[in-house]
Nanobody, 118 residues
Framework: QAQLVESGGGLVQAGGSLRLSCATS??????MGWFRQAPGKERDFVAA?????????NYADIVKGRFTISRDNTKNTVYLQMNSLNPEDTAVYYC????????????WGQGTQVTVSS
């Protein structure tokens, strides 16, 4: 079964940056995404990128201009560069994969905690 392993979370001050990584098991997917869940809130979409071909990305409005999703197919890894972090970005961040077009995000990582202090 495909596995996704996130890393790169941690504690950062407001205004700082973090880069999250999501390593796949080598299996190819249709699309990769990042989601986040803050305490007591629902899991929200953050960003997504197609796995192959010219990069096609989309972002939640709340992170546009601050976060950048990218991929390195040679390393089977997707990244989320997060800049200008604020305390409202504090959440568990999850990497997810869409196995086939239209399948929905059906493979999930275990999550990595991001905490932004004020």
């Amino acid at each position: 079964q495909a596995q996704l392993v996130e890393s790169g979370g941690g504690l950062v001050q407001a205004g700082g940056s973090l880069r999250l990584s999501c390593a796949t098991s080598g299996r190819t997917f249709s699309r990769m995404g990042w989601f986040r869940q803050a305490p007591g809130k629902e899991r929200d979409f953050v960003a997504a990128i197609n796995w192959s071909g010219s990069p096609n990305t989309n972002y939640a409005d709340i992170v546009k201009g601050r976060f950048t999703i990218s991929r390195d197919n040679t390393k089977n890894t997707v990244y989320l560069q997060m800049n200008s972090l604020n305390p409202e970005d504090t959440a568990v961040y999850y990497c997810a994969a869409e196995s086939f077009p239209g399948s929905g995000y059906d493979v999930w990582g275990q999550g990595t905690q991001v905490t932004v202090s004020s």
